[in-house]
């Protein structure tokens, strides 16, 4: 039987299995699909009598691999028949007789070697082999990638960084299990402006998205501005959270402002079923030692603690935090409109420079926050204008009180179309202002 030789074949299997992290066996068999590739090329091109191969002709090919000798052979089974159709499909049972199988019958079926001698075939072999099996090997390297890190979406990373392409970051990150680095890509959106993004240096990232499909470039999305990573950083530092005893109701973070003046903060609300611990001083740590650590992670990034309250107007007044509210008066529970009535020095301070806090304050509750000077504040007339446009809302007759809940529900619907495009505005003229930037 002949075979064309592969010099360097068993260190090429060994080399790639250990810089890819791939078992040999894959290896082989991304190495016969290369070379199968390559002998079905070398046919089409060698077709001189023009003979029509279709997708599926070259099915019954395969390519045996023999590392110890560093070579392969191509083979095809053929059917017997009593008088040959196909020189590739078939094979006559004379021809079999002559072979030495007088046992053979019509209809069986034999594999046969069919290599091609050396010469042009050895040559192109090698080049396709290099081709497809770089492809192959992309291939299954996405697909381990994508079993390896499908379990760490929205867990914590640490990366470095490696370069830079356009305006992402390329990191290398780590699964842990004492597998090698893979590349992630750390979008403009996803940078917290106070990062010095210099290759070598070390960042921790939250896996937002592992990402299948043969695109070029890294799978993995990774996040600095993800507000899963403040709660991760969190429940890292403070045992309370990891042990349940303290749980993060809600986050709002702002890591990119609309404008450069105003620099990233977060808000986070904290509870606990525990009457003897305080939950935001167990995120604030003794002397704020916790809190320091997140806050060195972002590069210095404000972040309040809130207490939240089952009570809207309470957790209101604590989400508005530093600023001290008067009066939480809760306008309209049923599209969540409150009014808060704060001293005249308070007022800088609740909206927060350029509106941060009261926009925050209102992510974290979700509610919508009015903030009001209580000095010129008219409880009357405020409750006279809701009065009026509650009463256009609601509907003259109601049969029975599940038309009620209907209508409340196809109210609140409304409304939260109307926030959620809103919010959508917001991102959107978010996007473009930065990148007008």
């Known amino acids: 039987m002949s075979m064309v030789s592969l010099p360097g074949l068993k260190e090429l299997i060994e080399n790639i299995s250990r810089e890819r992290n791939l078992p040999k066996i894959a290896v082989q068999a991304a190495i016969r699909e290369a070379l199968l590739k390559g002998y079905e090329r070398y046919r089409r091109a060698q077709n001189l009598d023009r003979k029509h191969f279709d997708e599926d002709y ?231 030692s916790r809190i320091q650590v997140v806050v060195n992670e972002l590069r210095g990034e404000k972040i309040d603690v809130i207490r939240w309250s089952p009570d809207p107007a309470t957790y209101i007044a604590n989400a508005l935090s530093p600023a001290r509210v008067d009066e939480v008066r809760l306008m309209d529970p049923e599209t969540r409109q409150t009014h808060v009535l704060v001293a005249e020095d308070q007022l800088s301070l609740a909206i927060g420079k350029e509106g941060q806090n009261v926009r925050l304050a209102a992510r974290l509750t979700g509610w919508k926050i009015d903030i009001k000077d209580k000095a010129k504040y008219d409880h009357i007339a405020e409750d006279t204008k809701f009065a009026e446009a509650r009463a256009k809302y609601k509907p003259e007759e109601v049969d029975d009180v599940d038309d009620v809940e209907d209508i409340d529900d196809i109210y609140e619907e409304e409304l939260e179309n109307e926030n959620q495009e809103e919010l959508e505005n917001e991102l959107e003229e978010e996007d473009y202002n930065r990148d007008e930037e």
């Open 58 to 288: 070259f099915d019954n090919f395969d390519v045996q691999l023999d590392v110890e000798e560093e070579g392969f052979r191509v083979v095809a089974t053929k059917t017997i028949v009593e008088e040959i159709s196909n020189n590739d499909h078939e094979i006559a049972l004379q021809q079999v007789q002559e072979m030495g199988g007088e046992e053979a019958q019509l209809g069986q079926e034999v594999v046969l070697d069919v290599t091609p001698d050396q010469g042009e075939f050895g040559r192109m072999a090698a080049m396709q082999t290099k081709q497809v099996l770089a492809q192959k090997l992309r291939d299954q390297q996405r697909q381990l990638i994508q079993e390896e890190f499908q379990d760490l979406e929205g867990t914590v990373l640490q990366a470095r960084v490696l370069r830079f392409e356009r305006q992402s970051v390329i990191m290398a990150v780590n699964s842990g299990f004492g597998q090698p680095e893979v590349e992630a890509e750390l979008p403009k959106r996803e940078q917290l402006p106070n990062d010095n993004y210099r290759i070598g240096a070390t960042f921790k990232v939250y896996l937002k998205k592992v990402s299948q499909g043969q695109q070029r470039g890294p799978q993995l999305l990774v996040s600095r501005a993800d507000a899963g990573l403040v709660v991760y950083l969190f429940a890292n530092e403070v045992p309370e959270i990891e042990d349940e005893v303290v749980r993060i109701v809600a986050v709002a973070r702002e890591a990119n402002p609309p404008s450069r003046h105003v620099g990233p903060r977060t808000k986070i609300a904290v509870d606990t079923l525990d009457r003897d611990v305080d939950p935001v001083g167990a995120c604030i740590g003794a002397r704020g």
